[in-house]
Nanobody
């Protein structure tokens, strides 16, 4: 079993920054992909950013150049640095982990609200 706990959400003005953190525990294994999804009111959950165990990253076009994801394998933690935030970034952000041997897991979500 895997548990993911996010933190760092909140309210910020447009143009501001926030940093999300997600700590993983349980049967994580070292070969995995971690990342972030988000879901705005009335919309489907969408991928935001991913980082793989080798360090490769991938971003949604809407956040490229503004968001950066990183991981600290020693702490089993993944981060999402969000800069130049826009009102359309407002959503619940979910941490995600997929293991190479199978199994995908989600955190409980953290609210990010960007005011105009």
């Amino acid at each position: 079993q895997v548990q993911l706990v996010e933190s760092g959400g909140g309210l910020v003005q447009a143009g501001g920054s926030l940093r999300l953190s997600c700590v993983a525990s349980g049967s994580i294994l070292t070969d995995n992909a971690m990342g972030w999804y988000r879901q705005a009111p009335g919309k489907q959950r969408e991928p935001v950013a991913f980082i793989f165990s080798g360090g490769r990253t991938d971003y949604a076009d809407s956040v490229k150049g503004r968001f950066t994801t990183s991981r600290d394998n020693a702490k089993n933690t993944v981060y999402l640095q969000m800069n130049s935030l826009k009102p359309e970034d407002t959503a619940v952000y979910y941490c995600y982990l997929a293991r190479s041997i199978g199994g995908a897991y989600w955190g409980q979500g953290t609210q990010v609200t960007v005011s105009s």
